[in-house]
């Protein structure tokens, strides 16, 4: 008997479902559509969200980009690209940005602008920007729909007034389209501007909490701030003030992951490992 | 000249049941009387003659029983107070009947240049003007300067009187009603609150009393009505 | 004299109901709870007309209804049946037939309230601050500095030390957590204010204190005030007008001096009597 897999691993009843899924999210920027999530081979909290976004999108001709926390080459993302390798024959993948029709990220947004012809597919854990401030689902609801965000603004408020500035790194509140505020995933402050108005489809998959949102192209999407005290991205300047470069390809306008060498020197470089890798080819 | 009354009382009784007794206690009994602008209208009579619950009557503190009570007012209409609505009766208070009662009333951390004043304040009189006449007042009334900024609650019966009179005197409603004004207060002090009221009667204040000397009735009163003690009901 | 709320027939019952509730319950029963299916007649046809700029007192003891009605107007409960209307310079708006969107509204910025018991009223999870910066965003206040600025100004006035603007509630004594509920509640200058038993359980001078602050305040911003409280008191001090309740129902209503010093209903007789 051959045993077949099913292209692109889910059943055409399941991607149908996502896709319908997917049209309300872009029908309705930043609102949190529940969907019947899949269990998938891999256990929650590994992208089954943006994998089963991945899936049922993918056809043939389609090239695929799989990043985690900015590089090809870790574990998660080399085990998701591998599974869709297997589960969609005649679907290439591809480290290089330029290259990807859909590209399946955790935690960033690639440096180069994505074009109008490719979407963007982020892994979300927690879908809910108000779950930090409302654990009851049926309230938070409610809130979003009226559009009642205040409980989420007084955070801002206490933190400047204990730290003199809004303290939060990623997960940053945003507004989308003028009213839902979204959790944009873990993505840092740095690529939430990258969401305004972007030429692509960002899409945003939690597979344990059963919820598909989306920020269509060109769609106005604000980080939350007050009139007097601004949006603010991470700060790679050094002691002189000067900002700090990627040693590898001397970028200097790039999310920089910092870390320690072997000699126990502090070096700073790309978290977009094809980013950095193509301005080395380039003969930086 | 036959000026027309600013109130007329006809036929007013009060009488109150308390239930847990079982008892009815006539307190007034058929009172007629009439108050005049300019003109002081006494009250006499012994003790239990319902002298204070007409006053109160007409302040509405107590529900008349029955009979009328036809008040004149600024505008020109002609009310019965035993039947004004309370809202109406509650605006009256404001502008128009003013009542100097035995008892001092204040919030706890009042001073009482500001409680003399608060008629003025009610009546949107901007606050420095309001206080000036409050203190002008009390000095006429000698309540040293030393206590103006204190609150009242602390002062003595005469000092509270005295008090109590000049928030009574300081706007000019169209009817004041005094329940034994100058009771703890001493013969100089007597004397100037007889100036101040007879000030009043001269901007047209029609004044309905009670005192407790009949002397001062004499010095004061154009009118005098004498009321008796109800006869008693049977149980 | 305007208008600012009218309630006509307003009800409240718990519990499935039956034709008798009404008929067996109330002050002449001497109970809320229906004999006959166990329903409780919390509140039953209370009819009042409140003014711009008035202070009406309800008063009653447990189970008079008093704080009931109250939660019924700011939307905190649905009621049974019955309407309530609501002026806002021209425009009227039919209280309980508002969708929860419209009510949000209203609770937001044109009532405001405070509860006997500060948990209800305040955050206790965010500073003092917090809780009134939390009002002003609920109300589109999008600079910080201005938010800062009005806060503090509340609580100043609400004799808070503005140093302390930035501590948790929890730390604060039952007086001054009132105190910020009250600055809270005033922070959108609303015309409409309900008071549930705020002074009581405080301290007397604690008491005094708030009560004065209250009528200061009133006379400021001429708001109209509904205050729900057991002690004569404080009726005597801030209303002008007074409802007595018992058992749900409205035994008898006048001008607060009237209703305490020549009250005509035996309850009433005995209210009156029975203050220290």
């Known amino acids: ?284 | 000249m036959t000026e027309k009354p600013l109130l007329i009382a006809e036929n007013l009784s009060k009488t109150f049941f308390l239930h847990e007794q079982n008892k009815t206690i006539p307190s007034s009994a058929d009172v007629n009387l009439y108050v005049y602008p300019g003109k002081l209208t006494a009250l006499i009579g012994p003790t239990g003659a319902g002298k204070s619950s007409v006053l109160k009557a007409i302040y509405r503190t107590y529900l008349a029983s029955s009979g009328r009570l036809l008040f004149k007012t600024e505008a020109g209409d002609e009310l019965d107070l035993v039947r004004v609505s309370e809202h109406r009766m509650l605006e009256l208070r404001k502008s128009e009947i003013g009542f100097v009662t035995q008892f001092l009333h204040t919030l706890p951390r009042q001073k009482t240049l500001d409680v003399v004043a608060m008629p003025l304040y009610r009546q949107g009189i901007d606050k420095p003007e309001a206080r000036a006449r409050a203190a002008e007042l009390l000095a006429e009334l000698n309540i040293p300067q030393r206590l103006w900024e204190v609150p009242p609650a602390t002062f003595s019966g005469g000092e509270k009187q005295r008090v109590n009179l000049a928030r009574g005197l300081i706007a000019s409603p169209r009817l004041l009603l005094l329940d034994e004004p100058t009771a703890s207060l001493d013969a100089a002090t007597t004397d100037r609150v007889v100036e101040l009221i007879q000030r009043k009667k001269a901007q047209g204040v029609g004044m309905l009393a009670i005192f407790h000397h009949a002397d001062l009735v004499e010095r004061m009163a154009e009118e005098v009505v004498e009321l008796k003690a109800p006869a008693a009901v049977a149980a | 004299m305007k208008k600012i709320l009218e309630v006509k027939g307003l009800t409240q019952l718990y519990g499935k109901g039956c034709d008798l509730c009404f008929d067996a319950t109330g002050p002449d029963k001497e109970t809320n709870i229906c004999p006959h299916c166990g329903s409780v007649v919390a509140l039953h046809n209370l009819d009042f007309d409140l003014f711009k700029g008035e202070i009406l007192g309800i008063m009653g003891e447990s189970g008079s209804g008093k704080s009931t009605a109250v939660k019924c107007l700011y939307f905190d409960q649905a009621p049974y049946a019955g309407h309530a209307f609501f002026y806002d310079d021209d425009r009227q708006y039919d209280l309980f037939t508002l969708n929860p969107a419209q009510r949000r509204v209203l609770r937001n910025r044109r009532f405001g309230m405070v509860y006997q018991n500060p948990n209800l009223g305040l955050n206790f999870g965010i500073s003092a601050g917090g809780n009134i910066a939390e009002r002003l965003l609920m109300n589109q206040v999008s600079n910080y500095g201005d938010i800062r600025a009005r806060a503090r100004e509340l609580l100043t006035r609400t004799e808070v030390l503005p140093e302390r603007m930035d501590e948790l509630p929890k730390n604060f004594s039952g007086g001054m957590q009132q105190r910020v509920q009250i600055a809270k509640a005033l922070a959108t200058r609303p015309p409409l204010l309900f008071l549930d038993e705020v002074t009581t359980g405080l301290d007397l001078s604690v008491q005094a204190r708030i009560l004065d602050l209250i009528l200061e305040i009133q006379a400021e911003l001429d708001t109209a005030m509904v205050v729900v409280t057991h002690d004569l008191g404080v009726i005597r001090l801030l209303a002008g007008r007074t409802l007595v309740m018992k058992y749900g129902r409205v035994i008898e209503s006048g001008l607060t001096d009237q209703v305490l010093e020549d009250p005509q209903h035996a309850y009433t007789q005995k209210l009156v009597a029975s203050a220290l």
């Open chain 1, 1 to 284: 008997m051959k045993q077949g897999i099913q292209f692109a691993f889910l059943d055409e009843y399941a991607k149908r479902e996502i896709r319908r899924t997917v049209l309300k999210a872009i029908a309705i920027p930043g609102y949190q559509v529940p969907y019947s999530s899949r269990e998938m081979p891999m256990g929650r909290g590994f992208g089954t969200g943006g994998l089963q976004l991945t899936l049922a999108l993918v056809g043939l001709g389609d090239t695929v980009k799989v990043i985690d926390q900015g590089s090809d080459d870790s574990v998660n993302a080399v085990n998701l690209r591998k599974f869709i390798e297997l589960t969609c024959p005649g679907v290439d993948t591809t480290t290089r940005l330029q290259e990807a029709t859909l590209i399946q990220s955790r935690h960033r947004i690639p440096e180069r602008p994505l074009r109008a012809d490719q979407i963007l597919v982020l892994q979300v854990p927690y879908p809910d920007a108000l779950v930090i401030v409302e654990p009851s689902e049926d309230k938070r609801k409610v809130m979003h729909g009226e559009a009642d965000y205040a409980r989420l603004l007084v955070k801002l408020y206490e933190d400047i007034v204990k730290f003199d500035e809004i303290t939060i790194s990623h997960r940053y509140p945003t507004r989308i389209n003028g009213h839902y505020i979204i959790d944009p995933s873990p993505i840092p402050r740095y690529d939430v501007p990258k969401l305004n108005d972007a030429p692509a489809l960002m899409l945003f998959g939690a597979g344990r909490e059963k919820k598909i949102y989306a920020v269509p192209p060109h769609t106005l999407a604000e980080p939350l701030a007050f009139d007097d005290v601004a949006f603010r991205v991470e700060d790679f300047t050094d002691e002189h003030g000067n900002r700090r470069a990627c040693h590898l390809c001397g970028a200097t306008d790039s999310f920089l992951d910092e870390f320690f060498d072997e000699h126990g020197d502090k070096l700073f470089q790309c978290s977009d490992s094809d980013y950095c890798t193509q301005r080395q080819e380039a003969g930086a």
